[in-house]
């Protein structure tokens, strides 16, 4: 009888969802972090957890999971007052299990977002550097569709304008993007944000981006600003059921 109920169990989440996995392949602990926007089924796992290097957790995504999002955090604390600040990148609302409605990482992040099944019968992916970079990431799959990706350590090269946070020996543990670092001083109308009168593609060229060069030349296959569709978001056709895995840190 139990067997029975397992197997019918197996069964059921296999036509209707897709199994993630997530790697740590950095020979360090981060803690990832996971976000589900209201509206959208989430995840059947923790919001965030602790990965010791080289290790990896699997787990159920339902197939319709809309602009969600995997990160992780750096050189966390959590041993007093859990919250936004207890990593120095990545940080979120709640401490290490992240707040449902408001558990958003703190940049610097290097963020992986999907949309399973969305528009044209497509899932939608990519490798965010918009809210900056703190750890390289890689997102394979096992039905052949495109692998984006930042493989590069982004932090010991950084402009110096973007440089940081730093770890306790004073390593780059980050690199902030153009719009976090507010490097116009103006963040409601911003070419580097993507903000106010530059809030269209056409008024916000990737030309008019600060060091938008240096994310992109490094990371290709990464998403580099707001609109850096063209170039960075990739697709795979929903009804191949893609199984996805996230790897911090991934081989070259
Ligand atoms: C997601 O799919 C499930 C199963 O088909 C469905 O019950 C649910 O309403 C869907 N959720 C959204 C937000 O579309």
């Not at 950095?26 to 290790?55: L, N, R, Y």
Request: net charge negative; charged share 10%.
């Amino acid at each position: 009888m139990k067997l029975q109920l397992s197997v019918s169990a197996v069964f059921v989440s296999s036509v209707a969802a897709r199994t993630f996995t997530v790697f740590n392949g950095c020979p360090f602990t981060v803690w990832p972090a996971i976000f589900t926007p209201q509206g959208s089924p989430a995840p059947d796992h923790a919001t965030g957890w602790e990965a010791p290097a080289f290790t990896a957790v699997s787990f159920f995504v339902a197939d319709n999971w809309t602009s969600g999002r995997i990160w992780a955090r750096r050189n966390c604390d959590f041993s007093t007052n859990p919250g936004p600040n207890s990593c120095l990148d990545g940080g979120c609302n709640g401490g290490l299990v992240c707040d449902p409605i408001s558990g958003t990482g703190v940049p610097p992040a290097t963020v992986a977002e999907w949309t399973l099944s969305g528009a044209g019968g497509l899932d939608s992916y990519d490798v965010s550097l918009v809210d900056g970079y703190n750890l390289p990431m890689r997102i394979n799959n096992n039905v052949g569709c495109p692998v984006p990706e930042c493989p590069v350590d982004l932090g010991p090269n950084c402009p110096a304008p973007l440089i940081g946070p730093f770890d306790s020996s004073g390593f780059p543990v980050g690199c902030k993007s153009a719009c976090a670092a507010n490097l116009d001083g103006n963040p409601t109308d911003s070419a580097n944000c993507c903000s106010g009168s530059h809030n269209v593609p056409a008024t916000c060229p990737s030309s008019g981006v600060a060091f938008y060069d240096y994310f992109k030349s490094n990371c290709p296959k990464s998403y580099a600003y707001a609109y850096d569709d063209a170039t960075s978001l990739f697709s795979c056709a929903s009804n191949l059921h893609a199984d996805y895995t996230v790897t911090f840190c991934p081989p070259p």
